[in-house]
């Protein structure tokens, strides 16, 4: 273990002097061996020092010559924080991709925001990634976020390794962190270290596996000093590491028999066990240090080589087209036919560039690839690989890369393939917005206004443009407030538009809470052939929960009373009917309709006829179904330091919240219900009533009914407007 302690002080050292040698080797020299390539993704909950985590990385894998903190006191900022709104706002919001090299394996690293707003850019950054480092807070421990974060990680399979950050901090303990991985997020958790200090002692840490201290010293910790275990550490690194055994033995059967006959395995075979369990998603090895204090990032560089999966071992499918969506196993090889996915669109000074994840063979500079959305072919002008938001070009990408391409134009999650097989790689789970704004520019008819909707549209999924009929303005819709604000500011930033924004609204629905007949004909005798249709039947809730579901359109019908060719329309006549509620005009969700009988009329009938037919007999049964205003609720998970527990509590209350659960010992995490409506402002009250101390994230649970008054208020409010547009 000294020879390699030898070892790595000079890899360190080497990677100061002879960083520009390696940065020419990792662009030219591009290695062929797939098995040495790692795709990583580092997520966390905000202000976890996820952005730092990474700027330490690319400076010990020579990427960069200096350290800069996140938010840019010194006038630079942290590489990945690329965007002047980051560096000003101190968070990460769009995922910069980049690429090091660290013992002869390159790695891809994607920067993810922390904050749920975000949270597209963290589930697109997942699903293209083999393996992540989930960032913890050694104080707050698993929060709201690293909640998110986890269950995306789950939904995706992605493999991972923890690491808890900020030991240098006053009450860090990771124990009560590593704990709360095992009770918060369910995961099999055991320290691989044992931190020398806490808070302002931490010098290093204990490696469980090779039972050596590394202590990291030098101005910038890139001086390793490997030693012997302190004595007075001896019966805490055996407790340790009889825990990590136990763990580990619980999902290894080969370590079960060394831990059942009490011995301890050879370090080569614990490491072996380690990465197959981390890829088989059922063991997840703990890390720690301090980036800020740059320690314990060396150790967790070599395990992401030691434990993450190569871009072969993680099993990837496709959809294939041609035979009605079929799954099929991507092979990862690079002789095999090309398949890539269209990730995440950026603007760039030189148009679109456009980040792809290469899942199998390889594309070239100048080749022509098919998208499957379109169905075009599109050639390949140019090859970058990208370093936050510098680029150095590349003649070829292959299986396991990420790169980016330029001029290629194309929406997100768009898969390309080389024509030689029909393959879609499953679409990206996309939430649907829960909040609007309605945006007026500053100057009417702003050229670049349009063309930053247009871009920003393309970008984000959830972000929703559209205008509105009634009162002509562009409403945007998305995740939450910082979500639509951030999208302003970028207008404002990037495009020189100036806007306003009107008050935010919630996306209200309605539904009817019982069975209800129509019986509804639709006649209209003008000169000539007239209109003549007749629908029978009954809508009803989905659910026995209202507002459940969406919309279903059923024929119950026996006989052909109605000819089956006017069905479609007729089942049109209905869509369009549920866009407008009969009491606020809000769209009408959770809703099955039935037809069972009807009537045509051999000259009269059409499809324009049976189309206001059933608009007409989806308002008279809608009106009998006891109809009801829904409202967003949204799941809200708030962080207090204890003292202020009392006064969060209060504030949920206040907005008409119910609190479902509260824990912790220093930072209270309380779990609480709330309607979107009435959570406006929360923020500024939160920090103002805990001295900027509490946070809160929330994300759309489902739509539940409102409150008596609230629903005559929303019904009033609109009739008022209807009048309003009528009398004008």
């Known amino acids: 273990s000294f020879s390699t302690g030898m070892h790595r002080r000079r890899l360190a050292a080497a990677c100061r002097s002879g960083a520009q040698a390696r940065r020419l080797l990792s662009t030219s020299a591009r290695s062929a061996d797939v098995q040495k390539i790692r795709n990583i993704g580092i997520s966390a909950h905000i202000d976890s020092g996820k952005t730092t985590l990474t700027e330490r990385i690319l400076y010990y894998t020579g990427r960069i010559g200096a350290i800069h903190e996140v938010r840019g006191k010194d006038g630079v900022g942290a590489k990945m924080d690329f965007m002047e709104l980051e560096r000003e706002k101190g968070i990460t ?3 910069a991709a980049t690429h090091c090299a660290w013992a002869g394996h390159e790695i891809n690293i994607i920067d993810t925001p922390g904050h749920v707003d975000f949270t597209i850019e963290v589930e697109r950054a997942l699903r293209v990634l083999d393996g992540a480092v989930l960032v913890l807070c050694g104080v707050a421990g698993v929060q709201s976020q690293s909640i998110t974060v986890d269950r995306q990680m789950k939904r995706y399979g992605v493999p991972r390794l923890a690491f ?7 009450g860090s303990n990771p ?3 590593i704990e709360a991985l095992r009770s918060k997020l369910r995961l099999n958790a055991a320290a691989m270290q044992v931190p020398l200090g806490l808070s302002g002692e931490h010098t290093g840490v204990i490696d469980l596996v090779e039972l050596k201290a590394i202590f990291f010293e030098g101005e910038n910790g890139d001086e390793l000093r490997i030693a012997e275990v302190p004595s007075e550490y001896d019966e805490v690194v055996r407790e340790k590491r009889m825990v990590m055994l136990e763990r580990l033995a619980d999902a ?13 395995p050879p370090i080569d075979v614990l490491k072996a066990a380690v990465r197959r369990q981390v890829v088989a998603l059922a063991f997840t090895p703990v890390f720690m240090g301090s980036a800020f204090k740059n320690k314990g990032v060396h150790p967790l560089l070599d395990a992401v080589l030691d434990y993450l999966p190569a871009p072969t071992e993680v099993t990837n499918h496709a959809l294939d087209l041609s035979r009605d969506e079929e799954q099929v196993k991507l092979s990862g090889k690079a002789a095999d036919p090309f398949v890539g996915l269209a990730f995440k669109l950026e603007e760039g000074k030189f148009g679109q560039l456009t980040y792809m994840r290469i899942y199998q063979g390889s594309v070239r500079r100048g080749d022509s690839i098919l998208s499957m959305a379109s169905g075009g072919k599109v050639r390949v002008p140019k090859l970058v690989r990208m370093h936050a938001n510098e680029m150095q070009d590349v003649e070829v990408g292959e299986a396991g890369d990420i790169v980016a391409m330029f001029g290629v134009d194309c929406a997100s999650g768009t898969t390309f393939t080389d024509g030689k097989s029909k393959y879609s790689l499953t679409s990206m789970f996309v939430p649907d917005p829960v909040i609007s704004l309605a945006l007026v520019p500053a100057k009417k008819n702003h050229p670049n206004f349009a063309k930053g909707m247009g871009r920003f549209t393309k970008e984000d999924p959830t972000f929703r443009v559209h205008t509105d009929d009634e009162s002509g303005e562009t409403i945007i819709s998305g995740m939450g407030e910082l979500h639509l604000q951030i999208y302003v500011e970028r207008l404002k930033r990037e495009y020189g538009v100036e806007c306003t924004t009107g008050a935010p609204k919630v996306a209200f629905r309605e539904t009817g809470s019982q069975l209800a007949k129509f019986s509804y004909t639709h006649k209209k005798q003008s000169g000539g052939s007239g209109q003549f249709g007749k629908v029978e039947g009954y809508i009803e809730p989905i659910s026995e929960t209202l507002g ?4 279903e359109f059923k024929n119950h019908m026996i006989g052909n009373a109605i000819p089956p060719e006017f069905l479609p329309a007729i089942e049109k006549g209905f869509k369009e009917a549920i866009e407008k509620g009969p009491l606020s005009g809000s769209p009408v969700m959770g809703m099955r309709i039935v037809i069972e009988d009807g009537m045509a009329h051999a000259v009269d009938s059409n499809e324009m006829a049976f189309k206001s037919a059933a608009r007409g007999a989806f308002k008279q ?10 409202e ?3 799941s809200a998970e708030i962080s207090v330091p204890t003292e202020y527990q009392g006064a969060a509590v209060g504030l949920v209350s206040q907005r008409k919240g119910t609190v479902h659960r509260m824990e912790g010992v220093e930072f209270a995490t309380i779990d609480a219900e709330v309607p979107l409506d009435n959570m406006f402002g929360f923020s500024s009250d939160l920090r103002s009533a805990t001295q900027g101390k509490g946070e809160f994230s929330m994300e759309y649970k489902m739509h539940v009914p409102v409150t ?13 407007q209807s009048e309003g547009k009528g009398s004008d």
């Open 252 to 264: 290894d059967e080969e370590i079960a028999e060394f831990y059942l006959s009490e011995e301890f």
């Open 164 to 170: 808890i950050n900020k030991l240098d901090r006053e």
């Open 708 to 720: 008596r008054d609230k629903q005559e208020a929303v019904c009033k409010r609109w009739r008022e």
């Open 175 to 177: 124990d009560v962190v």
């Open 93 to 95: 919001i769009q995922s």
């Open 632 to 634: 967003p609720l949204m």
């Open 621 to 630: 049964a809608m009106a009998a179904a006891k109809p009801l205003v829904l």
């Open 548 to 551: 459940q579901g969406g919309f």
